[in-house]
């Protein structure tokens, strides 16, 4: 079975490829349909990309626009986390804030690929980058990091989302 693979899908193993570079040695950023949930496959840091939602917008005659919103997730286990026979978490009292704070530097460091410009820094190396045919239009962040995940989970997530714009131009008739 052939098929056209979906401007989704390209943008999002495009901006694997882009983390990945940033990443180095540290993670592999790896494209999926949704996070990690469970604590037993993030022992290890882990950076998911994975498509959210997808909008078609009439822009004028012939014009549509594509709104692409990937999610990047930055996630791993916190240590001294452990589950009890019903799964639930168990904390030993330990706020293993040098942990945390890793991971929010590195959540830190990723966005920073999409940062604006100002009189402290330069823009983000992926802000102005046209990617796939996708313009890169926003950033979301709604929380710091993910209370829940950490609370029931045991587990340290950092998620952001970057939305695109993708131009779809209709073919001209021959006839006009």
Known sequence: MT???PIESQLG?????????VLGERATATRRFMPLIERSELEDLHVVVYLDSGDDTIV??????????VGIAIQQAVPHAESDVQGNTIFDGVDNI???DSI??????LR????????????????DKTIVGCVFRDLEQD????????L?????????????SHAITAAKDDDE
């Open 13 to 21: 193993n495009e901006i694997v490829e882009q983390l990945n570079e």
């Open 143 to 150: 929380h710091l990091y993910e209370p829940n995940h950490l």
């Open 60 to 69: 004028g005659r012939g014009i549509d626009t594509r709104e692409i919103s």
């Open 3 to 5: 098929f056209d693979m």
């Open 98 to 100: 040098e942990f945390s």
């Open 112 to 127: 920073a690929l999409w940062r604006p410009k100002s009189p402290l820094h330069a823009a983000g190396e992926l802000r």
């Open 104 to 109: 929010l530097a590195l959540a830190t460091e």
């Open 152 to 164: 029931t989970k045991g587990v340290m997530s950092v998620v952001f989302t970057v939305m695109y």
